[in-house]
Each structure stands twice: as structure tokens, then as C-alpha cells.
């Protein structure tokens, strides 16, 4: 059997990052090229062919507009081209659910694309960035990955992208997956997925923004007034996600002026500050009546990520609005 063929984009992050002192705690996130990640896989002897393309070497905190496009093209000649298996992304671990939402929006399911990072930099005693690669290569190779959307490989567990958020700052199990739990857990030696394919033969479900839209994210706080909303609007934001208290609430003059803005066409998604939970229509407040849309799964930061797409696809209705985020 020949071995896959992976083509591996890197962009930096933890995965690519080296501290002055393997106990310290300080340390610069992208500052390794993948070469050195490749050389140290190479010796590992691993049944894949790895083909390098370096993207960046920035925290994920910076990365933006001009990855992103970089990323889609590459992983679009990528799906295009026979001899690649599939997509490996090294990405720091802040924006991962971003990055690998919006490619998931924005790409066919025909071949595994997954986005890996760590917890820890290389050069640190216990790092997790090496068995995380191992293991993203472990499922790029397998042929049950395809189908399945855009993945991220972290701490022995397979999340689809839409479903992965970070949640926590520090340890190696930052990530969670919800609704939906892990897609399958995956070791060095083992690779078990929990269900078949669920995505297999789709295509890219909205095309790739040719910009993005500025959508802003208003965060909710007890006492606060409505004068965030005006401020957001008047800096030119077409689209609104509301990180709200619990189902995602604000103070009544915050959600009066957020469905007059929804009423003057800038589309207001309703999602939550709350860590994990579905934000529902019609519970507290009244979706149907003051035209605002309900986030349902997704916490605010990709609330935000699918807004852009919509609103770049020309979506901005408030009910074809909330047929994605039911989706
Ligand atoms: N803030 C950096 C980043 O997201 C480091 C965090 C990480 O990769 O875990 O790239």
C-alpha cells in the first residue's frame, strides 16, 4: 500500500512555539518554521509522505482575513489535486474553532482536513504538540475521515469544527465539543470514530467570502445600557452577535435597540457568555416578534465567523438567517 500523502500548511501557534527554558511558562508562540516539526517527525518513521507549505509563524490571535484566504486556496488545490490524501493545519489554538469553522462552511467533505495545535510549545517538558501531529496524521490517513467536514485533532480526541470550542487556557484537554461529542478518539496506535460518516459527498455548503463583512460582538453585562449597540453600528458593523447572559439575555433597552437595528436590516444573532448551551428562540425573549435570530449551538465567536459568511453570501433575512444556525 502506498502511504498518504499530506499536504501540511503551517501558520504557527503553541505547535510551532519555543520558550528560553523547557520548565518556564514564557515562551513565543510560531516561532518555529515546519521544517523543525517535520525533521522530528521524519525520525519517527511515520507511513506518510508530509509535504510542507508554511503559511505564517504568528500566534493564532493574529491571524485573519489574509491566512484565511491563503488557507482556502491551498486546501482548494489540495481537494483538487489526486495525489494529495489530505490537509494537515498547524494553527495556535486560540482562533483554531474559527479558522477550522470557516473553512468548514466553505469547502467541500470529499477529503479530511484537520486543524492541530497545542497546549504546550515544543521545547517544553511534556509536550503535546508531536503526539497531536502523530495523531492528526494517524486520521488524515484513514479512508473513514473523509465525509466528515473540517476536524480538529487535540488531546486524543477527533471534534468536528463546528461543534469544537477552547475551554479552557492551559491544559492539554482544553477543547470540548458541543453538541455533538468527540467524533472519535485517536491515539499513535488506534483510531476509533463513533459513527460513520454523517457529511460524505457534500459540498461546500457558502462560497468563500470575496471579503468580510464587519460583524461585532457585543458582550452582555449586568447594569449595562444600550449605548455599546450605537457605538458598534456607528462603526460600520452589518451584522450583530449578542454574547449574552445565559439563553442569550441583555438588560430590555439593550434588546429593544438591538431589534431596531434588526428592524433597519443589520441582522442580530442572539448567542451566549455562558460557556456551553443551546441559546433557543422564543424563551425569553421574543425572537419571533422583535426579528432577532437564536444561535442555538454555537457560542459567539463562531456565531460571528457564520454571520460573515451569510452576510457575504447575501443571507441577512432573519429566518434564512436562523436555518443556518439551525443546521
Ligand atoms: N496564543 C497563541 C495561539 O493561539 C498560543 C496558544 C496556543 O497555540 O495554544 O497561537
Redesign the pocket.
Known amino acids: 500500500m502506498t502511504h498518504p500523502r499530506i499536504l501540511v500548511l503551517g501558520t504557527?501557534?503553541?505547535?510551532a512555539?519555543a520558550g528560553a527554558h523547557a520548565t518556564g511558562a514564557a515562551y513565543r508562540?510560531?516561532g518555529l518554521g515546519l521544517e523543525v516539526l517535520i525533521a522530528h517527525l521524519d525520525a519517527l518513521g511515520l507511513a506518510a509522505e508530509l509535504v510542507p507549505e508554511d503559511i505564517a509563524r504568528?500566534?493564532?490571535?493574529d491571524?485573519g482575513w489574509a491566512e484565511w484566504q491563503v488557507l482556502h486556496a491551498a486546501c482548494t488545490r489540495a481537494l483538487a489535486d489526486p495525489a494529495i490524501t489530505g490537509v494537515i493545519i498547524t494553527?495556535?489554538?486560540?482562533?483554531?474553532e474559527e479558522t477550522g469553522f470557516l473553512l468548514d462552511l466553505t469547502l467541500p467533505t470529499t477529503k479530511p482536513i484537520v486543524l492541530v495545535?497545542?497546549?504546550r510549545p515544543a521545547d517544553a517538558v511534556g509536550a503535546d504538540g508531536m503526539r497531536n501531529f502523530v495523531n492528526a496524521v494517524k486520521v488524515v490517513g484513514d479512508p473513514a475521515a473523509a465525509g466528515r467536514g473540517v476536524m480538529l485533532v487535540m488531546g486524543d480526541a477527533v471534534l468536528a469544527a463546528r461543534d469544537a470550542r477552547k475551554a479552557a487556557t492551559a491544559q492539554i484537554d482544553?477543547f470540548r465539543s458541543f453538541p455533538r461529542g468527540p467524533l472519535a478518539r485517536v491515539t499513535p496506535s488506534s483510531l476509533d470514530w463513533f459513527g460513520p460518516p454523517h457529511r460524505a459527498g457534500e459540498a461546500a455548503r457558502y462560497a468563500f467570502p470575496a471579503e468580510l463583512p464587519r460583524v461585532g460582538i457585543l458582550t452582555a453585562g449586568a447594569g449595562m445600557d444600550e449605548k455599546p449597540v450605537a457605538a458598534l453600528l456607528g462603526i460600520g458593523c452589518v451584522g450583530l452577535v449578542l454574547a449574552g447572559m445565559g439563553q442569550g439575555n441583555a438588560p430590555a433597552r439593550v434588546i429593544k435597540t438591538l431589534a431596531r437595528a434588526a428592524a433597519n436590516g443589520v441582522p442580530v444573532v442572539r448567542s451566549t457568555r455562558v460557556d456551553e448551551g443551546l441559546v433557543d428562540r422564543n424563551v425569553e425573549v421574543d425572537d419571533d416578534g422583535l426579528g432577532l435570530v437564536a444561535a442555538r449551538a454555537l457560542g459567539p465567536a463562531k456565531a460571528r465567523v457564520l454571520l460573515m459568511v451569510l452576510i457575504a453570501n447575501g443571507v441577512t433575512d432573519a429566518a434564512a438567517v436562523q436555518a443556518a444556525f439551525d443546521g
Open positions: 504557527g501557534g503553541t505547535i512555539g508562540p510560531g504568528i500566534g493564532s490571535q491571524i494553527h495556535g489554538t486560540d482562533t483554531a495545535g497545542a497546549m482544553a
